[in-house]
């Protein structure tokens, strides 16, 4: 008989997943949620079809052999197609109830349920508490009105629970259950190109961000940091697991500075022997606190930098300058670790006069790797209301789309225009004796083959006369070398 506490978290495939990746991460936000249904007393079950790139027949054998009653899937704006057939073939094959959460799910509810007609539930926000809830509601049969965050479908019409009543105190928040992936973390499939050993890790420090990019997909503003001695605790055991390589996948891990020195000192102290890599804003590093991160281990800083223009970042609401952005990739260079920077082009105000003082800029800095990405208005954002009001909002987030939705702007007749100026700008940058050298060198040097394979991949696509306009990896808007 079905065990009724069963319960499948499914991690979908990336849209690139018949493509050379860049990094293969494990889903934390599952790992999370898979802990507090343990807790719960919950049989849980983690589905990995991305590490395992898995084909839709093995995935739905997976389902079929668990037969839960439960599956929760994260639903992300760009893998809205393929959630929708993982939650038809989740019904077909084991008849079970279909929870979504994530990103596209907390900021339109209502609608993930009308697009994903197969799905049973939407759980808003941070869903630590109120999954394990609704599982038990559904054990006993109780009314599911009063469960913060919840939206169901009673009667044909689609109902929403309790609001959600706030954070999660992040210091009750059980760790993630990585021995559900053991056998992912076992065969290496979880890495990074710029990495040679595997597998890698992942660790978060942090919820929320403080600050209000009007691009950003991220609704917490609630900011919270963990005890820098739980955080350190963490990473002693990943790595008495072996390994040795770690993301701290935090929105800004820099945002509260002591406590970021006070675990930089604690690694020391336990002499961790770890490399890790963090995210940062720009006008927050200084010298002190670079110098004290790569001692404690860290090899690369990812900046949003977004832009070389200052009118566009201040449109963005960035709060930081292009001066700040370039002093903080000199420092992080100057003390000896890579620096990552994520640009955006196509924001609205965009001109192919700003796009080249972009570029410029870029190649003027010459930072370690470069994402460049055509602007992406998710749902709810900022940037996609103002457009959506202002009739420039061209497409929307459905699972039927050709296409990701795009801003039209005065100069730009279709998305692909757009594409084509990232496509066009990764070959001015990149297409240099500086990262042609830098990357060459560093595959053999490292005898990272895995490097030399994607730099391999991306100098094929950037040299292309178009660009397929159809291609997974490029409307997913894949960045080269992370």
Not at 155 to 170: A, E, F, K, M, Y
Not at 303 to 331: F, H, P, W
Not at 449 to 475: D, G, H, M, N, V
């Amino acid at each position: 008989m079905k065990n009724k506490m069963d319960v499948l978290l499914i991690n979908p495939r990336s849209t690139y997943v018949h493509e050379i990746p860049q990094k293969v991460y494990p889903p934390l936000n599952l790992l999370y949620l898979a802990s507090a249904l343990r807790a719960y007393g919950a049989s849980t079950t983690l589905l990995d079809a991305n590490a395992f790139q898995m084909e839709d027949f093995q995935i739905a054998q997976a389902i079929k052999s668990t037969h839960p009653f439960l599956v929760g899937i994260g639903l992300y704006s760009e893998v809205l197609r393929q959630v929708r057939e993982l939650a038809e073939m989740a019904k077909s094959m084991a008849s079970c109830r279909v929870v979504l959460g994530g990103p596209h799910a907390s900021a339109v509810p209502e609608k993930s349920l009308e697009c994903i007609p197969d799905a049973d539930f939407v759980l808003q926000g941070e869903a630590e508490k109120s999954l394990p809830m609704l599982l038990d509601h559904l054990k006993q049969g109780q009314p599911l009105s009063q469960i913060p965050g919840l939206y169901y479908r009673e009667r044909g019409h689609i109902q929403q629970g309790s609001p959600v009543t706030g954070p999660l105190d992040i210091h009750a928040i059980q760790p993630p259950a990585r021995d559900l992936l053991a056998k992912a973390y076992e065969e290496g499939r979880y890495f990074t190109i710029m990495v040679r050993s595997r597998p890698v890790d992942t660790l978060i420090s942090s919820r929320g961000c403080p600050f209000s990019c009007r691009f950003c997909y991220n609704s917490s503003r609630n900011y919270r940091g963990r005890n820098p001695e739980a955080v350190v605790q963490e990473l002693r055991a990943i790595r008495d697991r072996g390994i040795r390589n770690v993301e701290i996948v935090d929105d800004h891990f820099t945002t509260d500075r002591g406590r970021a020195m006070r675990i930089f000192d604690l690694i020391l102290r336990e002499r961790l022997g770890i490399s890790f890599r963090i995210k940062s804003r720009v006008n927050v590093v200084d010298e002190e606190l670079l110098r004290k991160a790569k001692a404690a281990g860290a090899y690369q800083v990812s900046y949003g930098t977004e832009s070389g223009c200052q009118r566009i970042l201040d449109s963005m609401n960035k709060g930081i300058t292009v001066s700040q952005i370039a002093q903080a990739i000199d420092l992080t260079r100057r003390c000896g670790m890579d620096s990552h920077t994520s640009w955006i082009l196509g924001y609205p105000g965009e001109t192919p006069d700003t796009i080249e003082e972009t570029v410029r800029f870029i190649v003027k800095m010459k930072p370690t790797t470069v994402n460049l990405a055509v602007l992406r208005p998710y749902p709810e954002t900022e940037v996609y209301l103002q457009s959506k009001e202002e009739g420039t909002l061209r497409g929307d987030w459905n699972p039927n789309a050709q296409e990701m939705p795009w801003i039209q702007l005065p100069w730009v007749r279709s998305r692909a225009d757009l594409e084509r100026k990232v496509s066009q700008a990764q070959r001015h940058i990149y297409l240099r004796p500086h990262y042609l050298i830098q990357y060459g060198f560093r595959s053999i040097r490292n005898a990272n083959w895995s490097l030399l394979q994607y730099a391999c991949q991306e100098f094929r696509r950037s040299i292309a006369e178009k660009l397929p306009l159809t291609s997974p990896a490029r409307s997913k808007g894949t960045p080269p070398l992370p």
